[in-house]
């Protein structure tokens, strides 16, 4: 996000969101969802940071 007034410094160690969403479906989440998108901040190079809401389901693990 290139250097920008930061309330928090917590933008740092956040994730593209085509990155944290694959995360999100390699831990075993189907069907996600952003349900909501709360946009945060525009650094000067124009990346957005966004908070999301997301909306996924983990199938149950099968019984052995």
């Avoid at 917590?10 to 069907?31: K, P, Q």
């Avoid at 945060?40 to 996924?56: N, Q, Y």
């Amino acid at each position: 996000l290139l250097i920008m007034d930061d309330d928090c410094g917590c933008v740092a160690n956040a994730m593209h969101r085509a990155d944290y969403l694959a995360t999100i479906r390699d831990a075993g989440f189907e069907e996600v969802q952003v349900t909501e998108d709360r946009p945060w901040r525009e650094s000067p190079a124009g990346v957005d940071a966004s908070a999301l809401t997301l909306r996924a389901l983990k199938p149950k693990a099968a019984k052995v």
